[in-house]
């Protein structure tokens, strides 16, 4: 039953689909098509309900365990990024690896490796339990100290040795900035990367609900519980005053009751198609308006393992979407996730 009181509906841009998701999804997607059924996914490939049940339904399963996947089968480790002895027992499991994980949280692994091994500690704002915080921090367990609050910084031991500050990529800034500004009052003299950790994606829709929330009724953020990004755009609207705040997996966890002006967002791991069952749904009077803060033009190619795979196939374009698709691996820039998703049969 639609909502029948909606006046208008104001759509954040961007929304959904960031560009590690994008590259993950079809990553995964090719592999299903190069592979007979089961092919085996470490975690869920991203944090979103309709994404896992769409490759489910194509035989593929998600594991929390690589002693789960049988000897030799293909295997994707998801985009959040694993841990480094995880990376190695896949490697010894499977026959043929890919590992998706998005090029911003290698960054991340990278500055982790490059400072512990220089002699720094590192104080790490992450989430408990996330998967991308239990990997990053499985890269250097010994160096690193995990916070997520201001009370967590002030709860830290004195530390003699030269400190650095990083980041989960998917933090609020919000939260990212209170935490960090403790951390830099405590520890002054802390390095701190030229290029600050967080998603620019991540950025980008927060920036867009901060200018929904002052004139919305309503917010309707479309994402998974467990999605960080998602649960952030969710609180950030709520800081600013929105008194409706709607978190939602589909359009079927909607009130029938909401009213009047409605923002409509969606995490970065949420597909487009989730975001159009919203939009019927609400059936605003007065339509559609896009509010757009920025363009993004960020693109992560296929992994490097699936770029070698597909060298010796018929290119990654025509794997990822079932049909001949003239230039290759090149070609994928152009093609979207979300169709890539929905492609694949229901």
């Not at 995880?86 to 490059?114: G, Q």
């Not at 030229?194 to 829709?205: I, K, P, Q």
């Not at 960020?298 to 060298?311: A, I």
Request: include cysteine.
């Amino acid at each position: 039953m639609p909502a029948s009181e909606v006046t208008s509906v104001l759509l954040a841009a961007p929304r959904g689909f960031c560009a590690g998701v994008e590259m993950a999804i079809k990553a995964l997607a090719c592999l299903v098509r190069a592979f007979p059924p089961p092919v085996y996914c470490y975690h869920e490939i991203v944090h979103n309900q309709e994404v896992v049940r769409r490759f489910q339904d194509q035989g593929v399963i998600f594991v929390d365990d690589i002693s789960e996947v049988p000897e030799g089968a293909p295997l994707m480790l998801s985009a959040h990024g694993s841990a480094p002895e995880v990376v190695a027992a896949a490697k010894d499991r499977s026959d043929y690896v890919v590992d998706s994980v998005c090029p911003l949280v290698t960054k991340v692994h990278h500055e982790v490796r490059t400072r512990s091994g220089k002699g720094y500690r590192i104080i790490y704002v992450g989430h408990e339990g996330h998967e991308e915080a239990v990997g990053t921090m499985a890269v250097a367990p010994d160096s690193m100290h995990r916070v997520d609050s201001v009370e967590d910084v002030a709860a830290l031991p004195d530390i003699n040795e030269p400190l650095a500050l990083l980041a989960q990529t998917t933090l609020s800034h919000r939260d990212w900035s209170d935490v960090a500004d403790a951390a830099k009052d405590r520890f002054p003299e802390m390095w701190l990367p030229g290029r600050s950790d967080l998603c620019f994606a991540t950025t980008n829709r927060q920036a867009a609900v901060t200018q929904l929330a002052p004139i919305s009724d309503a917010i309707v953020v479309i994402g998974s519980t467990n999605s960080s990004n998602t649960q952030a755009l969710a609180k950030l609207a709520r800081e600013l005053g929105c008194s409706k705040v709607y978190r939602v997996n589909s359009a079927d966890e909607l009130p029938t009751n909401i009213a009047g002006v409605v923002g409509v967002t969606a995490g970065a791991s949420a597909p487009e198609e989730l975001v159009a069952e919203v939009l019927a749904f609400l059936a605003p009077r007065d339509g559609v308006k896009e509010v757009r803060v920025t363009d993004e033009e960020e693109y992560f190619p296929p992994p490097r393992q699936l770029r070698n795979l597909l060298s010796a196939l018929t290119g990654f374009a025509s794997m990822s979407v079932g049909g001949p698709v003239a230039g290759g691996v090149s070609a994928d820039r152009q093609i979207d996730a979300s169709d890539v998703l929905y492609s694949l049969a229901p």
